[in-house]
């Protein structure tokens, strides 16, 4: 099965931007969300990306993250523009369905810490 790698992460100030990598070990014709998940939280959709191209977000994160995938390179990334401190969390991405719910294996993910 299609395993991930994330990259990215790091520390960053308020109102701040980064940009993560999710790197697949192969091709999927899949769906692909971004996941994150806060220190004493549960793990919740940030948002979904089909092999088309077309997106959904969570609601707490439109307008200020972007997910795009490149499928040449197995790769699907996010955009985080306007960081605030609560997105602070360990980010992953996964194989999901079409309401976004996590199909595959965890990767290790990546850390995204906002500092207020």
């Known amino acids: 099965q299609v395993q991930f790698v994330e990259s990215g992460g790091g520390l960053v100030q308020a109102g701040g931007s980064l940009s993560l990598s999710c790197a697949a070990t192969?091709?999927?014709?899949?769906?692909i969300g971004w996941y994150r998940q806060a220190p004493g939280k549960q793990r919740e959709l940030v948002g979904v990306?089909?092999?088309?191209?077309?997106?959904n977000y969570a609601d707490s994160v439109k307008g200020r993250f972007t997910i795009s995938r490149d499928n040449a390179k197995n790769t699907v990334y996010l955009q985080m523009n306007s960081l605030k401190f609560e997105d602070t969390a360990g980010y992953y991405c996964?194989?999901?369905?079409?309401?976004?719910?996590?199909?595959?294996?965890w990767g290790q993910g990546t850390q995204v810490t906002v500092s207020s």
């Open positions: 192969g091709s999927t014709f899949n769906a």
């Open positions: 996964n194989l999901a369905s079409a309401r976004g719910a996590p199909l595959g294996y």
């Open positions: 990306i089909t092999w088309g191209g077309n997106t």
